[in-house]
């Protein structure tokens, strides 16, 4: 039995068909996203679970932040994909339902294909830096308030987007990088960093007082409150890391929070340079003065 002239009820029930599939699979597919955000979640909740030592608990402190913005990252690209999934399906049901009703397909999809070929030809270079930009939210290169190198500039992460990230160098100045530009990325926001002084003392200074003085330098260092926010572990002192002709230098090296090793570096120079002095080490004899 016809309806109108042009649509059956054959039309009708085939309509209805993909209508429903449409929505069952819309649903089916977002939930599956919805489940994966969750799991995702799930676990970066274990990996950050608080430790028993004090490296632990300070890196457990300092991630707490990390870890919520992994959690607002996650949530948003699970944003996205079901966004994306569900405008997918909808078109193609679309163009299924005016398949059904005979509505001619070949003008609108050419049509479709000639002007995205022109638009990929003219905005690849914007295509590229969208795309570079999902894969760093995704692989969590960065984030606002990082310090990172990108090989030409390095500076702090004031705002990231799909297009361009913005950062602001030491002098001051802010700079508009494209994501696509970035080939490599160093970031030292991430994990810890290293605290490390080299110490000069006189060639002909006994290396064992002088790493026994510092190896006592470490100890205040891992008792001291000024550091005890900032300093993972005790400081290691490596031994002799060079000698010149007037010079022996000795290196000490210590783990610390990320970009927190400037403070460190200083704490411990200006506190070596004290006690060796009391301990009576002299300072590397300038060259073109004769030892007395």
């Known amino acids: 039995m016809e309806l109108t002239g042009w649509l059956t009820t054959a039309d009708l029930i085939s309509i209805g068909v993909v209508i429903v599939l449409t929505i069952v699979l819309r649903f089916v597919l977002v939930k599956l996203v919805k489940t994966l955000t969750k799991r995702a979640l799930e676990r970066a909740k274990q ?5 028993t030592t004090k490296a632990q608990k300070l890196l457990a402190e300092m991630t707490m932040g990390n870890q919520e913005r992994f959690a607002q990252r996650t949530t948003t690209l699970g944003q996205v994909i079901s966004s994306l999934i569900t405008v997918t399906i909808v078109s193609i049901g679309a163009l299924t339902i005016m398949a059904i009703l005979d509505v001619p397909l070949a003008p609108l999809l050419t049509s479709a294909g000639v002007g995205g070929i022109a638009l990929a030809f003219g905005a690849q270079t914007l295509v ?10 995704i692989e969590d290169q960065y984030g606002v308030g ?34 696509g530009e970035i080939l490599r990325l160093g970031n030292q926001s991430q994990g810890w960093s290293t605290a490390i002084i080299d110490v000069p003392v006189a060639y002909d ?3 064992g007082k002088v790493i026994g003085v510092l190896e006592t330098v470490a100890d205040l260092a891992e008792k001291s409150e000024d550091l005890a926010d900032v300093l993972l572990e005790r400081p290691t002192v490596v ?5 010149s002709a007037t010079t022996m230098t000795v290196r000490v090296i ?21 006690a060796l002095s ?3 080490v002299r300072s590397p004899i300038p060259m073109g003065v004769l030892p007395t």
């Not at 990996?47 to 430790?51: D, K, S, W």
């Not at 590229?128 to 939210?137: A, N, P, V």
């Open 239 to 243: 031994g002799v890391n060079a000698v």
């Open 205 to 207: 200074e006994s290396p």
């Open 47 to 51: 990996r950050h679970e608080v430790g």
């Open 254 to 274: 210590g783990k610390t929070l990320p970009n927190q090793h400037w403070k460190v570096q200083r704490w411990l120079l200006e506190r070596s340079l004290s």
């Open 278 to 280: 009391k301990a009576g």
């Open 128 to 137: 590229k830096d969208f795309l570079s930009g999902m894969f760093m939210l």
């Open 146 to 179: 990082d310090l990172i190198d990108t090989g030409d500039i390095k500076g702090t992460v004031e705002e990231v987007g799909l297009r361009v990230t913005r950062l602001r160098d030491l002098s001051g100045t802010i700079w508009y990088v494209r994501n």
